[in-house]
């Protein structure tokens, strides 16, 4: 068998020769074995034909997405239930965890001292009863239903004549589990028809007919050097362990197979990145280093130090910075990006900074423009409200290198813009744009540096995916002064009126306030009044009838927006009702009070970004979180952010319960890129397959003719997506 025969078999998209076979299964035309198979490989067999499947069942794994034998032998089981350890009760001892299984015959919830709860279940096992307990765990006794059929997993104690398993580690037996034989029982994702024995028997017919033919891309001596099992040995591992240490085994190998890949694409892209960007080199002397401190009317902090000496590394090299600046929400970053646009106008070349919205983008133009009122750098701002006579003015300058600065939206990597020596481009909110979006400014001889904020902290899963090619940044340090946020959540008529007492208070005192409200109008179907302009109405009318009250919202038109925004930001409103439109670039610093209507339905990182626009003066600031939900995700991220200030800590949470979503930023090549692994969850392999995959490519033994057919398997895979060239 040749090569690249191996390479094809070895890819897990169906190929044209299994469409067809799926399609003559549902229109019932008569197929036999030997006419699938005289075109295929044998992976690419339909599961039709798969010992004890037949047409009726493949029809129900077709519902999960399995199609062919590879796609059942590739299918990750979601658990594992270990019987090998099944305890009976007179076996049972305190010096080591048990397992029992047994079946929930009473329950019972109550009060115990210090206003604690005690949640306790009765289980029937082999030989006796047994009892599981939680503290201050309610819920478990909606969870644990009487008849189910459990495993308990714990060092249990002899109290009151009985063993008792002190939160233990429950997992629900399902129907065919409720008597099965000892061993390792892998447990799988259903659907309606089809039972965990129909899977469980399905794999075991694939391991035993078809595992052999699973090709390993890896080679022998590179398996052999990260102690990696053959992949027809994990598969196998993986659906028919024997033990558990075998399941972990074969488990590992596919999500690292999985997430190493990926990874080996970021790695070459990041390596085309580094050989193809020659860049003007930007030095910064101690003399421009000076002129450019003295603009800024404060000290930088450690944190913003640090961050500018890797930045002023980076940007004295010939080859382009390619760095990501991920700092909390107002610490800084802003400063930062202006002191190394000033470094590439030093060097007489030119600087741009792209926000995600007119409303940052006239942020950042008031905040330069305010430190270089005694410079004579020239300085421009893109946006879409210019004129088109304004617009072409400003482009002709830009042509020109008459404009030295330039601060925009998306209007700045318009074909029509040039510019005519550009030495650093600043994208602001990066996961406000597509993917593709830095490459943009990359055309001509001369590629800028380019640095890449975000005041959204990124979970580290995320910044080895999303950022993976990037240089990282990170500013946790927030700015001497700055206080930390009292963050309340309030529901019942009687807190809501005592916050509106203390919010009118703090206004009469001069603080400012705002009012941030899901979406703009009611929906239909919602009795619920938190739409910003029915808030806005009532508001005026009732609570905050005696102050001036200002909404904006994205549908307002452009000019409108920005003159309530600029009202609010002179004082001459005291109160502003708005939609997320405020959720970056608005700095008020007398704004200190915050007001989010059903916080429920904003994401957890997104309430951080909300809540950083208050808090950024002298005064103590206080949000609150208005919320009538008992939805477990949503009261938990209340309760995180409630308790916390740390963007990072915050990040980190909303990612494990949100999940990754678009990890690269676009949407338009389809779903996630992963195949079975999840990025929450597996990120100690994704590290591990991260050093793996940067080391292959950066040692350049990933360009030897072993690794050709892996290559290729990534180029597949990856190519389209992370705009790879065809040969790697």
Partial sequence: ???????????????????????RLSSNRPTSPSELMSDTQPLETPLQFLRGVGPQRAELFARLGLLTVRDLLFYLPR??????????????????????RGEVVDRDARQISGGRTLTA????????????????QPYMLHKLQLGQRVLFSAQPKFRERRWEFSHPQVQWLDEDDRDSTPGILPRYGLTEGLTMRDVRRATTAAVEDYATFVVDLLPENYRATRQLPHLSAAVA????????????????????????EFQLAIAMR????????????????????????????????????????????????????????????????????????????????????????????????????????????????????????????????????????????????QKDVHFQRLGLAVIDEQHKFGVGQRSHFAAGEQTPHMLVMTATPIPRSLCLTQFGDLDLTSIAE??????RIVTTRIAAPAAVSKAWDFIREKVRQGRQAYVVCPRVESEDDDQN??????????????????????????????????????AFRDGDLQVLVATTVIEVGVDVPNASLMVICQAERFGLSQLHQLRGRIGRGNHQAYCFLWSSTDQPDAVRRLIALESSTDG??????????????????????????????????????????????????????????????????????????????QTG
């Fill in 478 to 483: 927030l700015p001497p002064g700055r206080q």
């Fill in 648 to 725: 990072f800590h915050i990040a980190e949470v909303d990612f494990e319960l949100r999940g990754p979503g678009d990890v690269l930023g676009t949407r338009q090549h389809g779903a996630l890129p992963l195949r079975v692994a999840n990025l929450s969850r597996d990120g100690e392999i994704l590290v591990e397959a991260r050093s793996a995959a940067f080391e292959l490519v950066d040692s350049g033994e990933f360009d030897q003719p072993e690794f050709a057919p892996l290559k290729n398997q990534v180029l597949d895979r990856f190519r389209k997506l992370m705009d790879l060239p």
């Fill in 121 to 136: 279940v009765l289980l029937k096992t082999d030989g006796g009863f047994v009892r599981g307990s939680w503290f201050n």
């Fill in 237 to 260: 591992n993986l659906h028919t362990p024997a033990t558990m240490e075998a399941y972990q085994t074969g488990r590992h190998r596919l999500l690292f197979d999985d997430l190493f």
């Fill in 529 to 566: 009044t938190s739409a910003a302009e029915a808030v806005y109405r009532d508001l005026t009318a009732g609570e905050l009838q005696d102050f001036r009250v200002g909404l904006v919202h994205g549908r307002q038109p452009r000019d409108e927006r920005q003159a309530t925004m600029e």
């Fill in 270 to 413: 990041r390596r085309l990145w580094q050989i193809d960007s020659q860049a003007f080199a930007l030095p910064c002397t101690a003399k421009i280093d000076a002129r450019i401190r003295r603009l800024f009317p404060f000290r930088f902090t450690a944190g913003q130090d640090q961050a500018i000496a890797e930045i002023i590394a980076d940007l004295a090299q010939p080859r382009a910075m390619h760095r990501l600046l991920q700092a909390d929400v107002g610490a800084g970053k802003t400063a930062i990006a202006v002191y190394a646009m000033l470094v590439a106008v030093a060097n007489q070349t030119q600087a741009v900074i792209m926000a995600p919205t007119e409303i940052l983008a006239q942020q950042h133009w008031l905040t330069v423009d305010r430190l270089l009122q005694q410079s004579r750098v020239e300085r421009r701002l893109l946006t879409g409200q210019l004129t088109s006579k304004q617009r072409q003015t400003v482009l002709e300058e830009i042509a020109s290198g008459e404009v030295q600065l330039v601060i925009g939206t998306q209007a700045v990597i």
């Fill in 1 to 23: 068998m040749k090569q690249t025969s191996l390479a094809n078999d070895a890819r897990w998209s169906h190929n044209e020769v299994t469409r067809e076979a799926i399609s």
């Fill in 79 to 100: 658990d594992v239930l270990d019987l090998t350890q099944v305890s009976a009760v007179h076996e049972l001892n305190d010096e080591r965890v048990h397992t029992v």
